[in-house]
């Protein structure tokens, strides 16, 4: 019995200097400190408690290995506890420090502005959205998407003023975007400031030189300014310098169609279909070259070899349709009409496609005339 007080003074010791070493740990945890000071003193308690009952066991039996053990337990399980609330509370505050650390990153708080932004442009809050990319520009003046955005909300307001202004501080925030002169010149087109927009547009393909992709944009530009013969000299660029792009290929030939170059629209037509064999919009667009050379029963084919491709094409089912219906075949075109509305629903495809079902009919329920008699 001897090492009753022995045992009880070393285990109330190793208890007491484990909780102290946990509250200085705890010390620097800002958010969780109070909650576990209190955890800390309530396993001291409990621990002493259990100390108290062994102690009071021991006086009377000599069950003290049981509920020595018993103790020794539920001080580990306290322990334990105290534990792992100390890691959750280490954790919580590296995290926090993460977080504050990016809350005083203008760059991440711009990124966030710019979110929010989207999300209230989504729910058709543009006025709210743009004050948030306004002040997201304040946090980081060269962050791209915080310019793209303001200027697209302030074009959904209707404050082409200003839209234009946004295009114009993004220039001289980052000389070096491409993307900021790009867009800048489609809203100079689109406001019918052709001066600013060939400027714009100037500085865009001379800062691309030599991006295909960059080319097949800058045909968009041109084709909006009215100047085919720029339009096709950057459609022919972005074509060769990437030969493999079916896009490039459909848009050089909607370029020759549109120009009333029919063999050059055709064989581009063609190069897409060997780069991509079933391309839909290639065979659509071959069919209606076709048509506009008068050739009827090429365009047909054309638009069957369609519909065979891609059976959920209305487009290709209407234009069969509309070319059957020329050429008087009444019943295949009201087939095909069907079909283009049991595609497109109630779309406008959809809504022609039911009016020319009805007039159609009517043509069909026409009485035919009778012969009229020979007179001898």
Do not use: C
């Not at 620097?28 to 909650?35: F, H, K, P, Q, V």
């Not at 066991?57 to 003290?64: I, P, V």
């Not at 369609?306 to 059976?311: I, L």
């Not at 019943?331 to 039911?354: F, I």
């Amino acid at each position: 019995m001897n090492r009753l007080p022995i045992a009880l003074g070393a285990l109330v010791a190793v208890v007491t200097l484990f909780a102290g070493v946990q509250t200085v740990r705890l010390g620097d945890a800002r958010n969780d400190a109070a909650a576990l000071a209190a955890k800390l003193d309530a396993a001291k308690k409990e621990a002493e408690k259990a100390v108290a009952h062994a102690a009071s066991k021991a006086n009377k039996d000599d069950t003290w290995d049981h509920d020595s053990g018993s103790w020794v337990k539920t001080a580990s399980r306290a322990s334990k506890a105290v534990a792992k609330d100390a890691t959750e509370g280490e954790n919580g505050q590296d995290q926090a420090k993460d977080a504050n650390a990016a809350a005083d990153d203008p760059e991440h708080r711009s990124a966030d502005l710019v979110r929010r932004a989207a999300q209230l442009s989504k729910e058709g809050k543009f006025a709210q959205a743009q004050t948030l990319l306004q002040q997201s520009l304040k946090e980081d003046p060269h962050n791209p998407d915080a310019w793209r955005n303001l200027a697209s909300v302030q074009r959904s307001l209707g404050n082409t003023k200003d839209e234009l202004a946004t295009y114009q501080q993004w220039m001289n925030a980052q000389p070096q975007d491409s993307q900021a002169r790009y867009m800048a010149a489609q809203a100079y087109a689109r406001n019918g400031m052709d001066r600013q927009a060939m400027e714009a547009l100037s500085q865009y393909e001379s800062m691309t030189s030599g991006d295909p992709q960059a080319a097949s944009m800058a045909a968009q530009v041109y084709k909006q300014l009215n100047l085919p013969q720029q339009e096709g000299a950057a459609l022919q660029r972005a074509a060769a310098g990437s030969p493999s792009a079916v896009q490039t290929h459909q848009d050089l030939g909607d370029y020759y169609q549109r120009q009333g170059q029919v063999d050059q629209a055709l064989a581009e037509y063609q190069q897409a279909l060997q780069i991509l064999p079933g391309d839909t919009k290639a065979m659509i667009q071959m069919g209606n070259t076709y048509m506009q050379a008068g050739q009827l029963d090429l365009a047909q084919t054309q638009f069957e070899a369609a519909t065979a491709a891609n059976p959920n094409s209305a487009e290709a089912f209407q234009r069969l349709a509309e070319i059957q219906r020329q050429s008087g075949d009444l019943q295949s075109a009201l087939t095909n009409y069907q079909q283009v509305v049991a595609l497109a629903g109630r779309s406008r495809d959809g809504l022609n496609a039911s009016r020319n079902i009805d007039l159609i009919n009517q043509q069909l329920q026409k009485p035919v005339p009778a012969p009229r008699p020979v007179k001898h």
